[in-house]
């Protein structure tokens, strides 16, 4: 959940289809539903401002009110997906026993980046390979 929570948070513009968190949670979970829940939790959690945020929402979406909540009430949100690019570009220098484990969360980071991104990391902005110290 907290990856599809994470997906929707990443989300720049309003949540009209919310099908890749079927990736992310499983086909067995019901996409809708979820975030039907994820609504009635966001509307009984909050108030005042927030609340009339998440009520604002169309057809009790709760993916998209999470996106708007986290938009509004996180200032770290933007900082956040700087902070990402960053890592990924600065791939550093690590023991030599150390450098198969490196490349290995390198990659995930990657995955993680492309998977949240719904796109490829461009290969101009990919990091040089981890490498011995």
């Known amino acids: 959940m907290k990856e599809a929570l994470e997906w929707a ?4 513009s309003k949540i009209l289809d919310a ?3 079927t990736e992310l949670l499983g086909p ?9 829940q994820l609504y009635a939790v966001l509307a009984q959690l909050c108030e005042g401002e927030a609340l009339d945020l998440v009520q ?8 998209e009110a999470w996106r ?3 938009r509004r009430i996180d200032p770290q949100g933007a900082g956040r997906k700087r902070s990402v690019t960053s890592q990924l570009l600065q791939a550093g220098a690590f023991d030599p026993q150390d ?12 995955r993680m980046y492309e ?15 981890p490498r011995a110290r």
């Open 99 to 110: 450098l198969n484990s490196a490349i290995d969360n390198e990659g995930e980071k990657n």
């Open 19 to 21: 099908l890749p968190v």
């Open 68 to 70: 708007i909540l986290s």
């Open 28 to 36: 067995e979970v019901n996409v809708k539903d979820a975030g039907r």
């Open 56 to 63: 604002n929402v169309v057809n009790s979406d709760g993916w």
């Open 115 to 129: 998977r949240r991104a719904q796109s490829k990391l461009p290969t101009t902005s990919r990091a040089a390979s």
């Open 9 to 12: 948070q990443d989300q720049d």
